[in-house]
């Protein structure tokens, strides 16, 4: 199936990134860091030319504070829509992450992402497929989406036709923007 062109963000850090702790649906602020990456985000998209795309957003408040910074100037209207909200860790949100599992000390901002998969009473990542997939069905034109680490990764899997296996060694992190077109996914910096 193809999908229209996107251009796909992760919301800034927030400071319980900077604690390692998990977010799913729960929220936490950008850090003074997550400001910086909103605005790189931002330096990237108004060098690109936006005209007939639409934005949409994941209505959890880190990525509307990183959207209100990196589409400031260039939307002029924005969206939100709960497809686009991370994946749901259950029990585990709010929880560090070294604190989950015994011995598997998970780095980086975006962790391990299989991790996300075994999160007890969490969406799972069939969950988050059918979700991401009826959002992708649903869109009639280009569009920038600012999402979050493991819905962005499932959305860029799910365009560009990578099988479950990409998801977990996808590419991801904060304050760069990922340009996906005709199945395939460009990370622009």
Do not use: C, K
């Not at 999908?3 to 400071?15: A, M, N, S, W």
């Not at 007939?52 to 910074?69: E, H, K």
């Not at 909200?85 to 000390?105: A, K, S, Y």
């Amino acid at each position: 199936m193809s999908f229209p062109d996107l251009y796909i963000l992760r919301h800034g850090e927030t400071v319980w990134n900077r604690e390692n702790r998990m977010q799913g649906h729960l929220d936490s602020p950008l850090t003074q860091r997550g400001l910086g990456q909103a605005a790189d985000q931002r330096r990237i998209l108004a060098g690109r030319d936006l005209t007939g795309f639409s934005f949409l957003v994941s209505p959890l408040g880190r990525a509307v504070q990183t959207a209100g910074i990196a589409l400031g100037g260039l939307a002029t209207t924005v969206r939100t829509d709960d497809r686009l909200m991370e994946i749901d860790v259950g029990r585990w949100q709010g929880l560090l992450r070294q604190d989950l599992v015994e011995g598997d000390l998970v780095e980086g901002p975006d962790g391990d992402p299989s991790l996300y998969e075994r999160a007890p009473g969490g969406e799972g990542f069939d969950g988050l497929e059918a979700r991401a997939r009826s959002f992708l069905d649903d869109l009639s034109g280009p569009a920038v989406l600012v999402t979050h680490g493991i819905a962005s990764r499932m959305l860029r899997m799910i365009a560009t036709g990578a099988g479950r296996e990409a998801l977990l060694t996808m590419p991801g992190g904060q304050g760069n923007v990922f340009f996906v077109s005709d199945g395939r996914q460009t990370e622009l910096r």
